[in-house]
């Protein structure tokens, strides 16, 4: 055997091994060895600090949730022997109890929290567990609704007759749930992270290799998972749900979602720069836009004039996007580009928008009961293959109804095989047509390979 060939047996040895840390916060002790499930440590950041490359932390779902993060900072495995985090369903959160003793009352009904630190992001009060209305001011709060002083604390009015002891009150103290910084190779999987003020899922810096499998991200401050810079991440099968943004990619990152179901968010998928894909995914219920697409230049990057992967792009496959009549489905902004196919938008005000100066190609979709089913400033949209009902158009400012498709399609070109008429969609998007429907003879459905999921949950606990 040469010299060579042992120092190659021996490197692909040391990638395959790799310590595993047992983490239990009920029955573990940090003055344990925690290699074993009987000698777990109680926290996570004790199992962090021990663990090496390509190492394995696993979490014991205890029924009571971890109140830390899961911080790596340039530490992850290799392409052969990722680290791994084995969530087995635990939940991370960062809500904390504000005791109501703590509380000082400073006026009619207004009381004070003093804090001494204030986490990054967009943190709030919740009341058993449920987010407060926010308020611009402590004086001209009104009951209920809170004010957080970055520099003191946070200001709470209550409700007539009411203390702070009447109510469950928590905050959002701390920043993230699962975060990396430059550290690549990492599989996390089985995890939720809740109630965090800025992101259930943070990654930045030079990340490659992040996978997310079975995770949830929920009741978020700001993002729900959210990859930065020139990051590399694929997440399969996650729910993400009740955060300002589903999902919140930027800069020069190039992310693979599969399996993900974003809903009740203010905005349930946000992409800021980068290439994206999301195959085989549900949007819906977001309150203001279930897809957008913002043209981006992270000055912070070397040459991101000249970089073409931070022109946004998004690849979209075998969606379902859906949600209440005053929401859009896809928005794709000035300078984004954004390729849909074999997808249904249904139930919207206006199924697609497309900006002055983006970009969109369109085909074997459906787009039905939305009020408008396509608006476009920007003459560089290609479509064919597609069902709309009914197709009420919007091209470079005017207007066309349903009875104007062909006056539609001679200004607008292309469609040569897009169908008008009518369509039923399910509740999982499945697409069906009756017997009349010109449609018909479109062949295979748009959607999804598989029905959308319905996700099984961990209980909030906080």
């Known amino acids: 055997m040469t010299i060579r060939t042992l120092l190659c047996l021996l490197w692909f040895h040391s990638a395959a091994c790799g310590a595993t840390w ?37 979490l014991t779902s205890s029924g009571v ?69 926010k308020g611009t001011a402590p004086d001209a709060l009104a009951p209920e609704q809170f004010h957080w002083d970055r520099e003191a604390g946070i200001y709470f009015r209550c409700a007539s007759g009411k203390t702070p002891a009447s109510y469950d009150l928590g905050a959002t103290l701390l920043t993230s749930g699962f ?41 978020n401050g700001d993002d729900g998972i959210s990859i930065h810079e020139t990051g590399g991440l694929v997440v399969r099968n996650a729910h993400v749900h009740h955060n300002t943004f589903g999902l919140q990619d930027v800069n020069a990152a190039r992310s693979f979602y599969n ?50 992967i931070c022109r946004t792009t998004l690849f979209a496959g075998n969606l379902v996007v859906s949600g209440q009549d005053s929401q859009t489905g896809l928005r794709v902004g000035s300078g984004a580009r954004a390729v849909v ?21 369109l085909t074997t979709s459906v787009i039905a ?16 293959y597609n069902v709309y009902h009914p197709a009420q158009m919007k091209w470079l400012g005017v207007d066309y109804g349903p009875d104007q498709w062909s006056a539609f399609r001679e200004r607008a070109l ?3 095989h897009s169908k008008t008429g009518p369509v039923n969609v399910g509740a999982n998007g499945a697409v069906g047509f009756p017997e009349r429907s010109p449609a018909r003879e479109m062949g295979k459905p748009a959607g999804p390979t598989a029905p959308v999921m319905e996700f099984a949950e961990p209980g909030k606990t906080h």
Not at 66 to 92: C, D, M
Not at 369 to 384: E, I, K, Q, T, Y
């Open 369 to 384: 009961a939305c009020l408008g089913a396509l608006a476009s400033d920007s003459p560089d949209v290609f479509r064919d």
């Open 414 to 416: 292309h469609d040569e």
């Open 22 to 58: 047992y983490v239990d916060n009920r029955t573990g002790s940090d003055d344990n060895g925690g290699t074993t499930q009987q000698t777990a440590l109680a926290t996570i950041a004790r199992a962090v600090s021990l663990s090496q490359t390509s190492d394995t932390i696993v």
């Open 259 to 308: 399996g993900v179901v974003a809903e009740h968010n203010h905005v349930g998928a946000s992409f800021h720069g980068g290439s994206y894909s999301l195959v085989d995914c549900c949007l819906r219920d977001n309150a203001a836009c279930q897809i957008e697409l913002v043209d981006a230049s992270p000055q912070h990057l070397i040459g991101s004039d000249y970089n073409p």
């Open 341 to 361: 196919e074999h997808s249904v938008f249904s139930g919207l005000k206006t199924g697609i928008v497309v900006e002055k100066d983006g970009l969109c190609h």
């Open 65 to 133: 949730a971890y109140h830390e993060p899961i911080l790596l900072a340039r530490r992850g495995g290799s392409p052969q022997k990722p680290f791994t985090i084995e969530g087995n369903g635990a939940v991370l959160s960062g809500l904390e109890t504000l005791p109501p003793e703590k509380w000082q009352k400073t006026g009619d009904d207004l009381y004070f929290f003093p804090l001494s630190r204030t986490p990054y992001g967009q943190p709030y009060l919740a009341s058993g567990g449920n987010k407060l209305v």
């Open 179 to 219: 975060a990396t910084s430059s550290a690549s190779y990492i599989v996390c999987r089985n995890l939720v992270c809740e109630y965090f003020a800025n992101d259930g899922f943070n990654m930045h810096g030079d990340c490659r290799g992040i996978y997310l499998e079975n995770v949830v991200a929920r009741h």
